[in-house]
């Protein structure tokens, strides 16, 4: 079982938005930067987000990242087939003194 | 352009040793902290180790005592050895660079190496 919390699935229509969220506690969440990754199946992970809200070069600003205490969310607007894929949080827990990652989620675009 | 290729995976006897690479181009290994990440079959992300720019390493619980991250920088390779491995260490090995304009977080990833324990 992750340190970090996602619902292992969500679903909304082409064009729709969703939020993917990520809970976690004040050794991690709450105290350190939170990133986001995307996996498209039979690829490695790409990031999406860092420092809980910015965006790397070449990511699309339909992707967008909060964090309000120990919780973060991951928001996609404008959803495309595309965006099929999985999503994970990830941060650094300092009491673990380790990496940590939430259990992922499930994107399907219906 | 930024490459991060591993290698070295392969089917290993449990009890047995095992050491993957991952040869980085592009950037130089020792000015980026660098991870390795691992996936189970079928299983979501899970961190393994990081090596920081100072030499500082930091490793799950899971592994702590087993695996040994390290580098060379003449080879801008990173390394991660594996020791008394586990039918549970049988995973895509991913090696992952820091992004240096934060503390954690990777921006480029290689496309991993199989590593499958079993007798």
């Known amino acids: 079982q992750s340190v970090l919390t996602q619902p292992p699935s969500v679903s909304a229509a082409p064009g729709q938005k969703v939020t993917i969220s990520c809970s976690g506690s004040?050794?991690?969440?709450?105290?350190?930067?939170v990133s986001w990754y995307q996996q498209l199946p039979g690829t490695a992970p790409q990031l999406l987000i860092y420092?809980?809200?910015k965006r790397p070069s070449g990511i699309p600003d339909r992707f967008s990242g909060s964090k309000s205490g120990t919780s973060a969310t991951l928001g996609i607007t404008g959803l495309q087939t595309g965006d099929e894929a999985d999503y994970y949080c990830?941060?650094?827990?300092?009491?673990?003194?380790?990496?940590?990652f939430g259990g992922g989620t499930k994107l399907t675009v219906l | 352009e930024v490459q991060l290729v591993e290698s070295g995976g392969g089917l290993i006897q449990p009890g047995g040793s095992l050491r993957v690479s991952c040869v980085v181009s592009?950037?130089?290994?020792?000015?980026?902290?660098m991870s390795w990440v691992r996936q189970a079959p079928g299983k979501g992300l899970e961190w393994v180790s990081v090596l920081y720019r100072g030499g500082d390493t930091y490793y799950a619980d899971s592994v702590k005592g087993r695996f040994t991250i390290s580098r060379d920088n003449s080879k801008n390779t990173l390394f991660l050895q594996m020791n008394s491995l586990r039918a549970e260490d049988t995973a895509v090995y991913y090696c992952a660079r820091g992004l240096v304009a934060t503390v954690w977080g990777f921006d480029y990833w290689g496309r991993g190496t199989l590593v499958t324990v079993s007798s």
């Open positions: 592009g950037f130089t290994v020792s000015s980026n902290y």
């Open positions: 990830g941060t650094w827990d300092s009491s673990l003194s380790a990496g940590i």
């Open positions: 004040g050794s991690n969440i709450g105290n350190n930067y």
């Open positions: 420092d809980n809200n």
